[in-house]
């Protein structure tokens, strides 16, 4: 079965942001959920750093001769920024063991990677990172 899932993200410093992705089987678990959604992040991430560095090379001359220093500062920077998608499913994972977010599907929480998610056509899933208090 060819599903999309919606995928929000609700924390307290971002924006609510919305993926969608594909799954073609009828259950899915914690760990795979994860795994689509960061992989669509760091895509994401990395993609705007390419048309950021496609606009910096688009200046005229005009420009470049009055800002070339502070576009080549910025080019080395951000081209090391790119992210990989291995080392921040990882790190999510580690988040998600250690309470840093929870998931919800259909609001139901899951706890562990391994839970099974039943697919169906109308998934809402949640993406709730928590915020720890300064000092307490």
């Known amino acids: 079965m060819e599903v999309t ?10 924006a609510n ?11 899915i678990e914690v760990k795979e959920l994860i795994l689509e959604k960061v992989r669509q992040e760091v895509l994401s991430y990395n993609e705007n750093i390419v048309e ?6 688009m200046s005229n001359a005009f ?13 080395n920077k951000r081209t090391l920024e790119f992210e990989d998608i291995e080392k921040q499913y990882y790190t999510a994972l580690d988040g ?15 706890h562990h990677l391994d839970d099974k998610i039943e697919v169906t056509h109308s998934m809402n899933v949640l993406f709730m990172k928590i915020t720890p ?3 307490g």
């Open 133 to 135: 208090l300064v000092g």
């Open 52 to 57: 950021s560095l496609k606009q910096i090379n």
């Open 63 to 75: 420009e470049t001769a009055l800002n070339d220093e502070a576009k080549t500062s910025l080019r």
């Open 96 to 110: 998600f063991s250690k309470s840093k977010y929870f998931i919800f599907v259909n609001n139901k929480q899951y």
């Open 5 to 14: 899932i919606k995928v929000h993200e609700k924390s307290i410093s971002k």
């Open 17 to 27: 942001f919305e993926y969608k992705f594909i799954v073609t089987s009828d259950t």
